[in-house]
């Protein structure tokens, strides 16, 4: 039997025209290719293949089917030699092992009930009464039943247990229904009830197409305005993609990747006819979601809202990008506009035309500074240059590198021999203390900026240069009413620092062994920003301590604007402990962050967590295969902690708190 992962892959990179045309002369009609019928004799090109479909249909004699169907026909072969005989035309070696071999997908019932959710999500979309609201809301975004059907759009009613007793009739207990995401049990609760209610649902799928989770939208007042499925053994935020099983063919056929914001603009997309087009499960781009994208394009083109949150997500996508080699384009839509309402107001010819204006990344965040001055004086171009070196060092592409390097020699009217050994150096955050407890020595070459940091990677300009110097430091913070709090003695600067690109404040490095959790919300005080990358990948649910998981929503969720003083009026007395604790002392923004870092120890939390309770599954099973399946599941899981950099697993060393 052969694996569908392989028969995908295969038929993913097979190009039917050109097979087919090893046997039929074709010609292209518009989109189709058109031919003589090679299966009933005929003379007129009523034979059409699709490229875009991946199949082929005579409208003589009616044959059809994809790749597969055709070589099997046209040259009598049995189903393993089909895909044998493509897979070798495309380099892809495919491996018939013996049915007995292949254990059950212990995934397969969370597909199974999943699938049934989304069809059940469509059916009250479409009741009469119950889903005229969300229709009305749909209709309001342009999108009509053709589109809801198309994308498999649904709608979760408010009732918290209606779902939940449709799936019981069809054999899926609370244990399933709670695995596949779909239910919640809060602490306290008795009974479960439906994690999505009163939303517009947005079905999601792996790269294979298979159901994974979903995304609903509040069509209210109701927060979050968009609530993605928990992390599951099905669905990992980090690597997976809105819409690429649909658009990976698409991807191929126009040598290009477009990635924007949302559901809807994808879907506006889309409908269009640009296909070619994805949108991330978070703000920015993932590391995973990058290597995902260049299987398929390896330019890409980033679309994303005009707006300041939209220019952040931006610059940092386009620094995963760079570092899987991909050409990274910056479209720029007027003022005011997300993908969704300009193609709804300008069409897809308008939207073609934006594309073609997209102009290459390191040129885009030139392109900012020089509006903004920074290249006027000495001062401000030292700034510069480091919120540029970053796009540089992730550039891993040779050529595009050291076009950077040119373009930044170039505006600067520095050498480039001297701007690549800075690039080359390692910027301040990453060395590491000497064994005295002194830090490395800077690189010959440039020097660093006025506080002696690097600033952190380009995220979008700042309105005007400041010095963060002359900052005063915040009114001491009376205690509130109530709550026997100690007065305020954080020195922290009292207001969260503006857009990113300031760089007034760098988040603090956390040590190897300091708790995960308190690392994160520390560097949460700095930049707020740290607090929304953090939730793409774990929400403030999943940490474990309740100080720092109330701390971590309390960020996530206050204005950019507020100042500290009056989120810490809003925490429990614990939690202003902790944050009092966190804030006393040495200054913060002494060290760059190594987010990423403790990113990855979350991570390795959730897979140890699974192995968990895949070693018990294991331990109860009685059945050979199953038991080899979650063997196999557990190997997996310890192969994922092992290729995490560079994190290691904790496991056999005692877990610290957090």
């Known amino acids: 039997m052969i694996p569908d992962e392989t028969v995908e892959r295969v038929r993913e990179a097979a190009d039917i025209v050109e097979i087919v045309g090893e046997f039929v002369p074709l010609r292209r009609s518009g989109g189709t290719w058109r031919g003589a019928c090679p ?42 030699s089909a895909v044998k005989y493509i897979g070798d035309k495309v380099g892809i070696e495919v491996v018939d092992a013996p049915r007995r071999a292949q254990a059950p ?26 889903g005229r609201a969300a229709r009305e809301y749909l209709q309001s975004r342009g999108l009509d039943e053709t589109a809801w059907q198309r994308f498999g759009l649904g709608f979760a009613p408010r009732d918290a247990q209606a779902l939940r007793r449709y799936l019981h009739a069809l054999g899926a207990d609370d244990a399933r229904q709670l695995e596949a995401g779909l239910l919640v049990q809060r602490e306290g609760e008795g009974e479960p009830r439906l994690r999505f209610r009163g939303r517009v649902m947005f079905p999601i799928h792996d790269e294979l197409g298979r159901p994974v989770g979903f995304g609903g939208r509040a069509m209210g007042d109701d927060t979050p305005k968009y609530l993605n499925s928990p992390e599951s053994t099905v669905f990992q935020k980090r690597r997976t993609l809105y819409g690429l099983h649909t658009a990976k063919q698409s991807m191929r056929r ?65 620094l995963e990008l760079l570092r899987v080699k991909a050409t990274v384009r910056v479209v720029s839509l007027p003022d005011g506009e997300d993908p ?118 380009f995220d979008g300009p700042p309105p005007e240069y400041l010095d963060t110097e002359t900052e005063a430091a915040p009114a001491p913070l009376p205690p509130p009413p109530g709550e026997a709090k100690p007065p305020w003695k954080g020195g922290r600067r009292g207001k ?9 404040a760098i988040p603090p490095r956390p040590s190897r062994d300091e708790p995960v959790e308190r690392a994160l919300v520390r560097a949460m005080l700095v930049d707020r920003g740290v607090a929304e990358r953090v939730a793409e990948r774990h929400p403030p649910e999943s940490f474990r301590d309740a100080r720092y998981r109330e701390l971590f929503d309390v960020l996530l969720h206050a204005p950019l604007d507020e100042e500290l003083e009056r989120i810490a009026d809003r925490l429990s007395p614990e939690a202003f402990a902790a944050l009092r604790v966190m804030t006393e002392g040495a200054p913060l923004d002494i060290e760059s962050a190594d987010i990423g870092f403790s990113i990855k120890k979350l991570d390795v939390r959730v897979l140890e967590a699974r192995m968990d309770d895949v070693r018990q599954a294991m331990q109860q099973e009685t059945e050979v295969e199953a038991k080899n399946g979650y063997l196999r599941e557990y190997l997996q899981l310890q192969a994922e902690i092992r290729g995490i950099q560079p994190m290691r697993s904790t496991r056999g060393r005692g877990r610290g708190k957090g």
């Open 39 to 80: 299966f009933h004799g005929g003379k007129n090109p009523n034979f059409s293949v699709s490229p875009s479909h991946g199949s082929y249909h005579c409208f003589v004699c009616h044959e059809s089917g994809d790749v597969f169907t055709f070589v099997r026909k046209r040259l009598g072969l049995d189903w393993p």
């Open 340 to 457: 969704d309402s300009f193609v709804r107001q300008q069409g897809r010819t308008a939207m073609e035309t934006q594309l073609g204006q997209a102009i290459d990344l390191f040129d885009r965040q030139v392109q900012l500074l020089e509006r903004r001055g920074w290249f006027a004086d000495l001062r401000q171009r030292r700034n510069a240059i480091d919120k540029l070196l970053p796009t540089i060092r992730a550039a891993k592409a040779p050529l595009t590198r050291d076009l950077y390097l040119a373009r930044l020699s170039a505006v600067t009217q520095l050498d480039k021999a001297t701007l690549a050994a800075e690039a080359d150096a390692l910027p301040d955050r990453d060395r590491r203390m000497t064994s005295g407890g002194a830090r490395s020595a800077p690189p010959t070459g440039l020097m660093r900026s006025d506080d002696g940091e690097s600033p952190p990677p």
């Open 496 to 504: 969260a620092q503006g857009p990113e690109w300031q760089a007034t």
């Open 105 to 130: 997908d212990p995934n397969a019932p969370n597909y199974e009930v999943l699938a049934a959710a989304s069809e059940w999500f469509q059916q009250q979309l479409r009741d009469e009464a119950g």
């Open 254 to 318: 126009a040598g290009r990747a477009i990635v924007v914001e949302g559901y809807l603009d994808a879907i506006r997309l889309a409908l269009a006819g640009i296909e070619e087009v994805v949108a991330p499960l978070g703000t920015a781009l993932t590391e995973e979601q990058a290597q995902l994208l260049m299987r398929y394009a390896s330019e890409v083109f980033l679309l994303y809202d005009s707006d300041e949150a939209g220019q952040k997500a931006t610059f940092r996508s386009g």
